[in-house]
Every structure is written in structure tokens, then in C-alpha cells.
């Protein structure tokens, strides 16, 4: 069974930067693409960043420059280091790894940006 594991979330000032780690299980998750999604209160939910088991990746438009997304295949875990915080990021950050059938999500830790 597939299992993802978040940490990293948490409280920091804006400007700052945070850092969240999600360690995939039950997988073979060398061979799969990981993304990162965002659901802020009253918000659809929306793509962040995605990275492909090639290593190519794609980002939302606002957080383009500031975010990156990166996997690091030995530890079967995947990043989202995200720098310059702005009021507007704040939300419930969801690992997910699509796969052929259904896509599974982690439980998604909560990131708060204080001005």
C-alpha cells in the first residue's frame, strides 16, 4: 500500500523560507512523477509544483522563482523548498504521487505566514 508521509510544515515570517519533505512508501518511486498541492480555505485546490522521474519539472505561475521542487530517489522522499514567503501562500500542502488507476495523497501539513 502506498504511503506519504509529510513534515516540514509549520509557522514562519513571511519573506522566509520553509522547506517540506515527503518520504513515499509501497512504491516504486524511482519510476514515478511526485507533485505538490495547495488548498487554501475557501480555495480550489491547486497544482504547485510537479517533478517527473526524469527529473523535469513544472510550477505554478505564482510561485514560479520561489519555489522548487526537488526528489531525492535513495531516500524515497520528495521536497518543496519554498523561499520568499508571501501572506498569499498560506495553505494545507498535499504530497501526491499520481499513478496509473488513482492518485494518492498525503495528509497535508498546514503552512502559515505571518506578515
Known amino acids: 500500500q502506498v504511503q506519504l508521509v509529510e513534515s516540514g510544515g509549520g509557522l514562519v515570517q513571511a519573506g522566509g523560507p520553509l522547506r517540506l519533505s515527503c518520504a513515499a512508501s509501497?512504491?516504486?518511486?524511482?519510476?514515478?512523477?511526485m507533485a505538490w498541492y495547495r488548498q487554501a480555505p475557501g480555495k480550489q485546490c491547486e497544482l504547485v509544483a510537479l517533478?517527473?522521474?526524469?527529473?523535469?519539472?513544472r510550477y505554478a505561475d505564482s510561485v514560479t522563482g520561489r519555489f522548487t521542487i526537488s526528489r531525492d530517489n535513495a531516500r524515497n522522499t520528495v521536497y518543496l523548498q519554498m523561499d520568499s514567503l508571501k501572506p498569499a501562500d498560506p495553505a494545507v500542502y498535499y504530497c501526491t504521487a499520481p499513478m496509473p488507476g488513482r492518485d494518492y495523497w498525503g495528509p497535508g501539513p498546514q503552512v502559515t505566514v505571518s506578515s
Open positions: 509501497g512504491c516504486r518511486f524511482s519510476t514515478n512523477a
Open positions: 517533478i517527473t522521474n526524469e527529473v523535469k519539472t
